[in-house]
């Protein structure tokens, strides 16, 4: 009879949640009152509530209670893995372009059917590239100030790809990863497919708190830590030296692999050397050409010991077999004429112009960013919901992420993240105007 008076409750509430009766941002019951309501146990009235709450039409809030989520806002849109309407003006992803790159494809398209080596780039290559093209993308790596060589170098689809390969080859079910406690989603969902346990830590300004990594590596038996220490997406900041060696330090101390994302540094010019350069007998580093050239060229690149290639190599076999020839072709040429070069010396120009319009259009709100990044996270006030901002900012015809998915605590922050990317730079600032707008209306 219990089980059957639970779910009444559990229907009734739900009912009442997606017909309207009970409103977005509604502050439901305490779970005490809800279990004297309804002639329930406290353990049970909690249960509903998270049963609520694992569907998506509620949210638990640490220490101001359950509130009916909005559900014009799609669950799980919070982060880049939601895509906005093709209609929406986009904040929510980043693909940032500059002028002449569709040229430059065109040429790099007839200089490649003009090539003496087109017959080898229909069969199959080495699993993790050709050796003179890891070598092309070594020179590449040392002018981001890591030595490596070509043998310690995997080409692979993209940083996710590589991130991928990376967990698969290294790590094992049931592994204990440290995160920060905002997150690149792509880490969350990988993390959730093989099953590891993210162990967050809390994050700031200047990075990750390392007090707070070290008392949880003593306290459990953490095998590795996802990092982002030049630009973190999304708070934007860059771990400076002395928080790289100390972080350095609890790696080695608790025997910690450590995987380096670096998929933004490319436009923090002036930031300390990677921590693979550090510890390169621990640490992956990740990063690829998507952001700095396109998002459509899914060339990445993985460095790393030659003792931890070997493992996330099988990983590469075992996901894509082996690289994809044309793509890889392109991109090395671009990579040895210096048209990389060129298009990140271009993107940090255009990232750093996006950054002055939008801390101008926002000013007075409290931005979190980098001078060089693409994005802002607007941290919100103490009765402000990300979910409603969100919603009515898509009814506005507006996308931008919220916490939700950077979030890998159980309490999620009430936040958005504004991407600059992808909007033409002419109609970003009505595009932010929008969102400050509603925030300031939601605030009132």
Same mark, same amino acid.
């Given at each position: 009879?219990?089980?059957?008076?639970? &779910?009444?409750?559990?229907?009734?509430?739900?009912?009442? %949640?997606?017909?309207?009766?009970?409103?977005? #941002?509604?502050?439901?019951?305490?779970?005490?009152?809800? #279990?004297?309501?309804? +002639?329930?146990?406290?353990?049970?009235?909690?249960?509903?509530?998270?049963?609520?709450?694992?569907?998506?039409?509620?949210?638990?809030?640490?220490?101001?209670?359950?509130?009916?989520?909005?559900?014009?806002?799609?669950?799980?849109?919070?982060?880049?893995?939601?895509?906005?309407?093709?209609?929406?003006?986009?904040?929510?992803?980043?693909?940032?372009?500059? @002028?002449?790159?569709?040229?430059?494809?065109?040429?790099?398209?007839?200089?490649?059917?003009?090539?003496?080596?087109?017959?080898?780039?229909?069969?199959?290559?080495?699993?993790? +590239?050709?050796?003179?093209?890891?070598?092309?993308?070594?020179?590449?790596?040392?002018?981001?100030?890591?030595?490596?060589?070509?043998?310690?170098?995997? /080409?692979?689809?993209?940083?996710?790809?590589?991130?991928?390969? =990376? @967990?698969?080859?290294?790590?094992?079910?049931?592994?204990?990863?440290?995160?920060?406690?905002?997150?690149?989603?792509?880490?969350?969902?990988? @993390?959730?497919?093989?099953?590891?346990? $993210?162990?967050?830590?809390?994050?700031?300004?200047?990075?990750?708190?390392?007090?707070?990594?070290?008392?949880?590596?003593?306290?459990? !038996?953490?095998?590795?830590?996802?990092?982002?220490?030049?630009?973190?997406?999304?708070?934007?900041?860059?771990?400076?030296?002395?928080?790289? &060696?100390?972080?350095?330090? %609890?790696?080695?101390?608790?025997?910690?692999?450590?995987?380096?994302?670096?998929?933004?540094?490319?436009?923090?010019?002036?930031? !300390? =050397?990677? /921590?693979?350069?550090?510890?390169?007998?621990?640490?992956?580093?990740?990063?690829?050409?998507? &952001?700095?050239?396109?998002?459509?060229?899914?060339?990445?690149?993985?460095?790393?010991?030659?003792?931890?290639?070997? !493992? /996330?190599?099988? *990983?590469?076999?075992?996901?894509?077999?082996?690289?994809?020839?044309?793509?890889?072709?392109?991109?090395?040429?671009?990579?040895?004429?210096?048209?990389? =070069?060129?298009?990140?010396?271009? &993107?940090?120009?255009?990232? #750093?112009?996006?950054?002055?319009?939008? $801390?101008?259009?926002?000013?007075?709100?409290?931005?979190?960013?980098?001078?060089?990044?693409?994005?802002?996270?607007?941290?919100?006030?103490?009765?402000?919901?990300?979910?409603?901002?969100?919603?009515?900012? #898509?009814?506005?015809?507006?996308?931008?992420?919220?916490?939700?998915?950077?979030?890998?605590?159980?309490?999620?922050?009430? =936040?958005?993240?504004?991407?600059?990317?992808?909007?033409?730079?002419?109609?970003?600032? +009505? *595009?932010?105007?929008?969102?400050?707008?509603?925030?300031?209306?939601?605030?009132?």
């Amino acid at each position: 009879m219990g089980q059957i008076r639970y &779910k009444q409750v559990v229907d009734a509430l739900a009912a009442d %949640i997606r017909t309207g009766r009970l409103r977005p #941002a509604f502050r439901l019951p305490t779970h005490r009152q809800l #279990a004297q309501t309804h +002639g329930l146990a406290l353990a049970t009235a909690s249960r509903v509530y998270a049963e609520l709450e694992a569907i998506g039409l509620v949210v638990g809030e640490t220490g101001r209670g359950t509130f009916v989520r909005d559900q014009s806002y799609p669950r799980g849109a919070g982060a880049d893995l939601a895509t906005p309407a093709a209609s929406a003006i986009d904040l929510s992803f980043n693909y940032p372009s500059v @002028a002449g790159q569709t040229d430059l494809l065109r040429d790099a398209l007839r200089r490649l059917a003009a090539s003496g080596d087109l017959e080898s780039l229909l069969h199959y290559h080495p699993y993790g +590239g050709r050796p003179h093209e890891r070598a092309i993308v070594a020179r590449h790596l040392q002018a981001r100030q890591l030595q490596v060589s070509g043998d310690q170098v995997l /080409i692979v689809n993209g940083a996710q790809h590589g991130m991928a390969v =990376a @967990a698969m080859g290294l790590l094992n079910p049931g592994d204990i990863v440290a995160v920060d406690a905002l997150t690149y989603p792509g880490f969350r969902v990988l @993390a959730e497919h093989l099953r590891l346990d $993210l162990a967050p830590v809390p994050v700031g300004p200047a990075g990750t708190d390392l007090d707070a990594l070290e008392r949880l590596c003593q306290a459990r !038996p953490v095998r590795a830590i996802y990092t982002m220490p030049t630009l973190h997406n999304p708070l934007g900041c860059v771990m400076d030296v002395r928080a790289r &060696k100390r972080l350095v330090r %609890i790696a080695r101390a608790h025997d910690l692999l450590v995987i380096e994302d670096a998929s933004y540094a490319y436009l923090a010019p002036d930031a !300390p =050397a990677p /921590i693979a350069t550090l510890a390169p007998e621990r640490t992956v580093y990740l990063s690829s050409i998507s &952001k700095s050239v396109a998002t459509g060229l899914r060339f990445g690149f993985v460095a790393a010991s030659q003792v931890l290639i070997a !493992p /996330i190599e099988r *990983a590469v076999r075992a996901t894509a077999w082996n690289t994809a020839g044309v793509i890889t072709s392109i991109a090395c040429a671009w990579i040895e004429d210096g048209t990389v =070069a060129r298009l990140e010396a271009e &993107k940090r120009a255009d990232a #750093a112009r996006r950054q002055a319009i939008a $801390l101008k259009a926002l000013a007075g709100l409290p931005l979190v960013r980098h001078p060089n990044s693409y994005f802002v996270w607007l941290p919100l006030g103490e009765d402000q919901r990300a979910d409603r901002i969100a919603a009515a900012l #898509a009814q506005r015809g507006v996308s931008v992420s919220t916490a939700e998915g950077f979030a890998t605590t159980t309490h999620v922050p009430h =936040a958005i993240r504004v991407a600059l990317g992808s909007v033409a730079s002419e109609d970003l600032p +009505g *595009a932010l105007a929008i969102v400050r707008e509603l925030v300031e209306q939601d605030s009132s």
